[in-house]
């Protein structure tokens, strides 16, 4: 759940950073360079998910 949150809060943070960029507020390399980061933290994220959705431990709370 708290997964779903932090990607989700990467994706509006790449929003900003677009309208910072077309807003001449950062110049293209920083942009680039913070959003390349910003989706590899996004995949990341997305694996990391999956690999707990298909993982067969459930969590101490299930035990």
């Known amino acids: 759940m708290f997964l779903s949150y932090s ?3 990467c994706s509006e943070s790449k929003a900003q ?5 077309r807003r001449n507020h950062i110049d293209e ?6 959003n390349t980061k910003a989706e590899e933290l996004i995949n990341q994220l997305s694996k990391f998910m999956n690999y707990l959705k298909n993982s067969n431990r459930k969590g101490p709370k299930f035990d």
């Open 17 to 21: 950073l677009l309208r910072c960029y």
């Open 7 to 9: 990607r989700g809060s």
């Open 29 to 34: 390399i920083t942009y680039q360079k913070l």
